[in-house]
């Protein structure tokens, strides 16, 4: 789930696109997203943005899927 292993998708948070470089977090569900974007939604929600399924210790550190 490293940014240029997904190109031509986007974060569903913000809608942008992943660029070479960005850290991105891929959740248990196979979902990735901006690691900004998506620490961002867990403050609101411990649902997947997309799947809606529960993230386990969505209010503590996720596994990062790519870049450190």
């Keep these: 789930c490293a940014a240029d292993a ?3 998708q986007c974060c569903s948070v913000c809608i942008c696109d992943f660029e070479e470089g ?3 977090r891929k959740l248990e569900c196979g979902h990735c997203y901006h690691q900004a974007c998506i620490d961002k ?11 809606k399924q529960v993230v386990p210790n969505a209010d503590s550190s996720c596994t990062a899927c790519g870049a450190s």
């Design 22 to 24: 960005e850290t991105i």
């Design 6 to 8: 997904l190109d031509g």
């Design 41 to 51: 939604w867990f403050g609101r929600s411990v649902l997947c943005p997309n799947c």
